[in-house]
């Protein structure tokens, strides 16, 4: 327990803050972290560069951390650390973030009273972004907004763990290049570790600037969900964050288009593939319809409505394409693994 080994004040903390190509928002990052309302001399932070070919490590060095660079993903720069850290706390920022003054106060306190093994906060939409960074924030924030007290997984860019939890769940899993949060989130409720949610600590991230660049990011998220899901298969229930309404969408968007494929080969079923069409297609548009009218309730603009509708179905188109890319590739490597293994002479 945190209490018992400093009492009432407050731990040290690391910051671990992945970096690659970062310049453009890893000042404000560090420099909020920094501002934290936080005892002087309890933070310290480590940027874990991903070997960045912009100012990133020039700008991070300004400030009192230590900078590594480590070749591989997030997950592989954390873990290279992870070991050597000698505060009771570790704090999981991105560096496309910045926290509010409290939050890692607020989030220790949230710890300590909750006797969890970590914490997560509220994501908010960093304001300087474009007008489809924020729109992809809103409805971030909505889900967030409706999570439980207790969660399976947070993100890491809004978590504190205890650093002795981390070490015995052995860090992350770095066949992961995205996933690795919820990953981690699943090994440690399979320990029986817990993790809180308190809405008070915000977090403010740098989301995706344009349309183009959510489905680029989302697409690599439907990708390596076939290795999360490989490893972890409950993640296709879903969970608080990215609850079953959501996991199911490619599997119905996908319904639809072999219906639709289907509704061409076999004219004479075209009755039978079109109920299954109708079905789907009136499943989907529900549940878009539904989450847009949450959104533009809470922030109020008639604009975020459309926006919303199409977030979400990019998104579904995104990951349908990346879990068939995904699952095309896991298939080729294990028939060439299974190939070399029935060639082998032995
Ligand atoms: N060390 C290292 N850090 C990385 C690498 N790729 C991304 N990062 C950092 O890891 C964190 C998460 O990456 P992001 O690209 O922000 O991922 P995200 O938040 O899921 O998606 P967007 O912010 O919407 O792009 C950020 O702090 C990145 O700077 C990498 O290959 N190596
Ligand atoms: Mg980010």
């Known amino acids: 327990m945190i209490g018992d080994s400093v009492g009432n004040a407050w731990p040290r903390v690391t910051f671990l803050i992945p970096t690659l190509n970062s310049a453009e928002t890893i000042d404000e990052c560090l420099k909020s972290i920094f ?6 001399g309890k933070i310290e932070a480590w940027v874990l560069d991903g070997f960045s070919d912009d100012d990133t490590v020039t700008l991070a060095a300004k400030f009192p951390t230590r900078i590594a660079q480590i070749k591989g993903n997030p997950a592989s720069a ?7 850290i000698d505060t009771p706390i570790v704090a999981l920022v991105d560096s496309d973030a910045r926290v509010s003054r409290t939050w890692l106060k607020t989030l220790v306190s949230t710890l300590k009273s909750s006797r969890a093994d970590a914490a997560g906060s509220q994501i908010r939409s960093w304001s300087r972004g474009s007008r489809w960074s924020r729109a992809i924030g809103a409805e971030l924030e909505v889900r967030y907004g409706g999570l439980p007290r207790k969660l399976e997984r947070i993100a890491t860019t809004c978590m504190i763990i205890k650093t002795q939890t981390l070490n ?24 029986g570790k817990t993790i809180v949610f308190n809405p008070e600590a915000e977090v403010f991230h740098l989301h995706r600037a344009s349309l183009q660049g959510y489905v680029r990011q989302q697409y690599r998220y439907g990708q390596d969900s076939v290795l999360l899901v490989r490893r972890w298969p409950k993640a296709l229930a879903g969970d608080a964050v990215t609850p079953i309404w959501m996991t199911v969408q490619p599997l119905c968007l996908f319904s639809v288009g072999v219906a639709t494929f289907l509704m061409v080969l076999f004219p004479q079923l075209s009755g039978l593939f079109a109920i299954a069409i109708a079905l789907g297609t009136l499943t989907l548009g529900l549940t878009w319809l539904g989450l847009a009218v949450k959104v533009t309730l809470k922030s109020r603009g008639a604009s975020t409505f459309l926006m919303t509708i199409a977030i979400q179905l990019v998104r579904a188109e995104a990951w349908t394409m990346g879990i068939l890319r995904g699952a095309a590739g896991v298939a080729a490597s294990s028939l060439s693994s299974h190939g070399n293994l029935s060639n082998d002479p032995k």
């Open 168 to 191: 015995e769940v052995g860090g992350f899993d770095t066949t992961l290049s995205t996933g690795y949060d919820a990953a981690l989130g699943y090994e440690l409720n399979r320990l």
């Open 35 to 40: 501002e934290s309302e936080y005892p002087p």
């Open 78 to 84: 954390y873990n290279a650390v992870i070991g050597s």
